[in-house]
Protein backbone atom coordinates (compact mmCIF):
# COMPACT_ATOMS: atom_id res chain seq x y z
CA UNK A 1 0.00 0.00 0.00
CA UNK A 2 1.80 3.24 -1.25
CA UNK A 3 2.21 6.07 1.73
CA UNK A 4 -0.18 9.01 1.26
CA UNK A 5 1.22 12.57 0.38
CA UNK A 6 0.72 13.79 3.61
CA UNK A 7 2.34 10.45 4.71
CA UNK A 8 5.45 10.93 2.22
CA UNK A 9 6.12 14.45 3.32
CA UNK A 10 6.37 13.60 6.88
CA UNK A 11 8.69 10.87 5.78
CA UNK A 12 10.67 13.33 3.83
CA UNK A 13 10.94 15.97 6.32
CA UNK A 14 11.84 13.36 9.14
CA UNK A 15 14.65 11.92 6.63
CA UNK A 16 15.94 15.79 5.92
CA UNK A 17 16.36 16.57 9.63
CA UNK A 18 18.08 13.36 10.25
CA UNK A 19 21.10 14.15 7.80
CA UNK A 20 20.76 17.85 9.12
CA UNK A 21 21.34 16.50 12.59
CA UNK A 22 23.66 13.57 12.75
CA UNK A 23 24.90 13.26 8.74
CA UNK A 24 27.51 10.35 9.52
CA UNK A 25 24.76 8.32 10.96
CA UNK A 26 22.00 9.03 7.89
CA UNK A 27 25.17 8.36 5.53
CA UNK A 28 25.40 4.58 7.59
CA UNK A 29 21.83 4.14 6.78
CA UNK A 30 22.36 5.22 3.03
CA UNK A 31 24.13 1.82 2.38
CA UNK A 32 26.09 0.24 0.16
CA UNK A 33 25.39 -0.59 -3.64
CA UNK A 34 26.02 -4.61 -3.40
CA UNK A 35 26.65 -4.38 -7.56
CA UNK A 36 29.70 -2.36 -6.50
CA UNK A 37 31.18 -4.35 -3.83
CA UNK A 38 31.09 -7.77 -5.67
CA UNK A 39 32.01 -6.05 -8.79
CA UNK A 40 35.11 -4.84 -7.08
CA UNK A 41 35.79 -7.95 -5.15
CA UNK A 42 35.39 -9.41 -8.77
CA UNK A 43 38.26 -7.28 -10.08
CA UNK A 44 40.69 -8.12 -7.56
CA UNK A 45 40.17 -11.83 -7.80
CA UNK A 46 41.02 -11.40 -11.64
CA UNK A 47 44.25 -9.52 -10.61
CA UNK A 48 45.15 -11.44 -7.86
CA UNK A 49 44.56 -14.55 -10.58
CA UNK A 50 47.20 -12.99 -12.92
CA UNK A 51 49.83 -12.57 -10.00
CA UNK A 52 49.71 -15.89 -8.80
CA UNK A 53 50.29 -16.61 -12.44
CA UNK A 54 53.39 -14.80 -12.01
CA UNK A 55 54.83 -15.94 -9.12
CA UNK A 56 54.22 -19.67 -10.36
CA UNK A 57 56.24 -18.60 -13.27
CA UNK A 58 58.40 -16.71 -11.32
CA UNK A 59 58.73 -20.07 -8.95
CA UNK A 60 60.01 -22.69 -11.19
CA UNK A 61 63.67 -22.43 -9.57
CA UNK A 62 62.12 -22.13 -6.10
CA UNK A 63 59.22 -24.76 -5.50
CA UNK A 64 57.59 -22.69 -2.31
CA UNK A 65 56.98 -19.64 -4.42
CA UNK A 66 55.42 -21.64 -7.04
CA UNK A 67 53.20 -23.70 -4.39
CA UNK A 68 52.15 -19.70 -3.02
CA UNK A 69 51.57 -18.74 -6.80
CA UNK A 70 48.96 -21.47 -6.81
CA UNK A 71 47.47 -20.38 -3.24
CA UNK A 72 46.94 -16.99 -4.55
CA UNK A 73 45.37 -18.38 -7.70
CA UNK A 74 43.38 -20.85 -5.98
CA UNK A 75 42.22 -18.14 -3.19
CA UNK A 76 41.38 -15.75 -6.20
CA UNK A 77 39.27 -18.06 -8.35
CA UNK A 78 37.24 -19.23 -5.21
CA UNK A 79 36.79 -15.33 -4.03
CA UNK A 80 35.85 -14.34 -8.13
CA UNK A 81 33.39 -17.45 -7.80
CA UNK A 82 32.03 -16.25 -4.83
CA UNK A 83 31.50 -12.59 -6.28
CA UNK A 84 29.80 -13.53 -9.57
CA UNK A 85 27.83 -15.24 -7.76
CA UNK A 86 26.53 -13.44 -4.94
CA UNK A 87 25.99 -10.16 -7.52
CA UNK A 88 22.44 -9.18 -7.98
CA UNK A 89 20.03 -10.49 -10.90
CA UNK A 90 16.74 -10.05 -11.71
CA UNK A 91 13.71 -12.43 -12.92
CA UNK A 92 15.02 -12.88 -16.36
CA UNK A 93 18.92 -13.89 -14.39
CA UNK A 94 20.47 -10.97 -15.81
CA UNK A 95 22.64 -8.91 -13.90
CA UNK A 96 20.48 -5.89 -11.85
CA UNK A 97 20.48 -3.55 -9.62
CA UNK A 98 21.03 -3.94 -5.80
CA UNK A 99 17.37 -3.43 -5.22
CA UNK A 100 16.39 -5.81 -7.69
CA UNK A 101 14.47 -3.49 -10.11
CA UNK A 102 16.07 -1.34 -13.66
CA UNK A 103 18.84 0.86 -12.18
CA UNK A 104 18.11 4.30 -11.88
CA UNK A 105 19.28 7.57 -13.20
CA UNK A 106 22.24 8.75 -12.20
CA UNK A 107 21.24 12.11 -11.71
CA UNK A 108 18.38 11.07 -9.52
CA UNK A 109 18.93 9.87 -6.12
CA UNK A 110 16.46 8.31 -4.05
CA UNK A 111 15.89 9.04 -0.52
CA UNK A 112 16.35 7.03 2.67
CA UNK A 113 12.85 6.49 3.06
CA UNK A 114 12.03 5.81 -0.15
CA UNK A 115 15.00 2.84 -0.11
CA UNK A 116 13.64 1.25 3.11
CA UNK A 117 10.01 1.29 1.79
CA UNK A 118 11.12 -0.68 -1.66
CA UNK A 119 13.07 -3.19 0.78
CA UNK A 120 9.81 -3.83 3.32
CA UNK A 121 7.76 -3.97 0.37
CA UNK A 122 10.11 -6.64 -1.46
CA UNK A 123 10.54 -9.06 1.88
CA UNK A 124 6.11 -8.43 2.19
CA UNK A 125 6.13 -9.65 -1.35
CA UNK A 126 8.75 -12.17 -1.00
CA UNK A 127 7.12 -13.98 2.50
CA UNK A 128 3.62 -13.34 1.06
CA UNK A 129 2.41 -11.26 3.87
Known sequence: M???DHEQRLLDQMEQA????D???ASVLQGDDLRVRYRRRLV???LGFVVGIALL???IQYIPLSILGFVAMLVSVLIGVSSYRHMPRDADGKLASSNGAP???AHRRRGLMERVE???QRRRDQYGR
Open 118 to 120: ERW
Open 2 to 4: PLS
Open 103 to 105: AAP
Open 23 to 25: PRF
Open 57 to 59: IAG
Open 44 to 46: LSV
Open 18 to 21: LYAE
